[in-house]
């Protein structure tokens, strides 16, 4: 994409994008719409399986009041913009990954869920999370020793840094052991390292794809100690339940514990997003946190009750995962 209008920034369905004039700019009775100029397969997948599209028949949108940065990396489409009412809003390749105003709600579940379920995490590692949303609230366990974080996209950390700096604050930190590189072959070369593993992964859509695999959770596992836990980004109930069966259904092959935990994130397509969370000892119960927050950590969203009450699900998601 080489525009951006202002008026209203427009998160489409990378299917539905695929059907719209192959890049062209979308102008409706508000104002015109940015589109990427790729086209390629867009559906979501697995293992090789097409799951669906990604939010397929609806779009989400945020009015503009300023483009503060847009650049192409060597992996994808980068923007910054200023919302009028969600702050500053972090998109790759037209899709937005992050907003000032509720960011936290995502990051704060994501990384506590396991590293409270953890009674000790001494050394964690984050697979993406460029952002470095997850790193600073890995960061405010004091049992922490070292934090290995593993991003492809060196741009999306400078963009961070500079657009970002609620989220990016422990980018500077001591604890931190930064790579610039693929996740996936990070993991191949690294066994039995670490506590708590999260992934902060965007949709299974293209190079995103080797992350919801089954050959990825099991380098997790490896990587993993014995009684080790990660922490996936796992996709909304609403939109893609059979992905997440396919998620979970693989995992219990590999994991003697799986689980699935969902919150509200507002502005993510169905306003909820959900959590894979296994762990490497049938003996923890990752539903029920081992520690609790002390009085110098601070949160917004998270808290024990809201741990617990993550993994009550609705009975048709119940239904589907068992």
């Given amino acids: ?16 994008l695929e059907k719209l004039n192959g890049g062209e700019l979308f102008f409706s009775s508000l104002d015109p719409f940015l589109l990427p100029e790729e086209s390629s397969t867009k559906l979501l997948k697995s293992d090789g399986q097409e799951m669906g599209g990604a939010w397929p028949g609806q779009a989400f949108s945020l009015q503009v009041k300023k483009v503060l940065f847009h650049e192409k990396s060597k992996f994808q489409d980068v923007l910054v913009f200023e919302s009028t ?127 919801f695999g089954q050959s990825y959770y099991e380098l997790l596992r490896d990587a993993l100690k014995e009684d080790g836990i990660l922490s996936s ?19 219990r092959k590999i994991f003697p514990r799986v689980d699935y935990a969902q919150s509200i994130v507002s502005t993510y397509p ?18 029920q946190p081992a520690r609790h927050p002390t009085d110098t950590q601070t949160f917004r969203f998270y808290n024990s009750e809201v741990h617990k009450a993550a993994f009550i699900l609705p009975q048709f998601v119940k239904n589907a995962l068992n």
């Fill in 233 to 251: 980004q796992g996709e909304s109930v609403w939109l893609h339940l059979p992905l997440i069966a396919h998620l979970v259904a693989f995992n």
């Fill in 85 to 211: 009412t969600y702050g500053n809003v972090l998109v790759l390749d037209g899709i937005i990954q992050a907003t000032e105003r509720d960011e936290f709600s995502y990051q704060e579940m994501l990384a506590h869920l396991p590293m409270f379920a953890h009674p000790d995490p001494k050394r964690v590692l984050i697979i993406g999370g460029g952002d470095g949303g997850i790193l600073r609230e890995v960061l405010k366990h004091e049992t922490v020793e070292k934090v290995t974080m593993c991003e492809i996209d060196e741009m999306v950390i400078d963009v961070a840094k500079k657009f970002l700096p609620g989220m990016s604050s422990g980018f500077s930190h001591p604890k931190l052991d930064l790579f610039c590189g693929d996740g996936f072959e990070f993991l191949k070369n690294h066994k039995d390292e670490f506590d708590v593993i999260i992934t902060d992964s965007s949709d299974p859509v293209g190079p995103a794809e080797s992350l």
């Fill in 1 to 16: 994409m080489d525009k951006l209008h202002k008026g209203w920034f427009t998160e489409f369905s990378p299917d539905d």
């Fill in 270 to 287: 169905s306003g909820s997003m959900g959590y894979l969370i296994c762990a490497k000892s049938a003996n923890r119960d990752v539903t």
